[in-house]
């Protein structure tokens, strides 16, 4: 497929301040960790890659542009240019602090405020250290708020980081298809919300 005619998919990292946003932002830009994860002085931080994508028999070469609030987001300070035409939305958490995933609520509020159309996904970040949010509390979160799908990553080690990303964009991919196509099939009937990454 042309690159002019290719797939553009924009996504947003939304989350508590400390969780690792930065660091998987990096890791997905660079595939490497970031030891100091924020730069003074930066309002948001955007990184565009073309990543190859499978969708049954067919390959396409997919934009993606990942936004980061680059700590922004402790100052209440996120403006509505961060969440315009966002495609989805990647609330993210860590493993290891409940709190940051009872703020999810905020988070998802805030997305459905500025964005209503985006798919939500939800990342447990930190999985390579021993986690303290219950699993029942996620999946119950998810089926209650329409979650796309749910994935626990480790920015550190780079688990499940580009499997989530892929996943991420096949759902995009499915959606614009049904949406092209003039359906709106639920994506449950397609399978993909079996694709649960915990």
């Known amino acids: 497929m042309a690159a002019s005619n290719s797939p553009q998919f924009k996504l947003i990292l939304l989350g508590d301040f400390g969780v690792g946003k930065t660091t998987l932002f990096h890791r997905v830009r660079t595939g490497c960790f970031l030891e100091v994860a924020h730069a003074l002085g930066q309002h948001f931080c955007m990184c565009e890659k073309t990543l190859p994508i499978k969708l049954n028999r067919s390959h396409f070469q997919v934009q993606v542009s990942l936004w980061d609030t680059a700590?922004?987001?402790?100052?209440?300070?996120?403006?509505?240019?961060?969440?315009?035409?966002?495609?989805?939305?990647?609330?993210?958490?860590?493993?290891?602090?409940?709190?940051?995933?009872?703020?999810?609520?905020?988070?998802?509020?805030?997305?459905?405020?500025?964005?209503?159309?985006?798919?939500?996904?939800l990342l447990g970040n930190k999985s390579d250290l021993e986690s303290h949010v219950p699993e029942e509390k996620a999946e119950r979160f998810a089926a209650e708020h329409g979650i796309s799908g749910r994935f626990k990553v480790s920015?550190?080690?780079?688990?499940?980081?580009?499997?989530s990303l892929q996943e991420i964009l096949q759902h995009l991919l499915v959606k614009k298809e049904f949406q092209r196509s003039g359906l709106h099939t639920p994506l449950q009937e397609v399978g993909y919300y079996s694709h649960c990454g915990c």
């Open 155 to 163: 920015a550190k080690t780079g688990e499940n980081v580009d499997w």
């Open 71 to 121: 700590g922004e987001e402790r100052f209440l300070s996120l403006s509505n240019c961060y969440y315009h035409s966002a495609d989805a939305v990647l609330l993210v958490y860590s493993l290891q602090h409940l709190l940051s995933f009872d703020n999810l609520s905020h988070w998802r509020y805030m997305a459905r405020q500025y964005c209503t159309d985006a798919d939500i996904f």
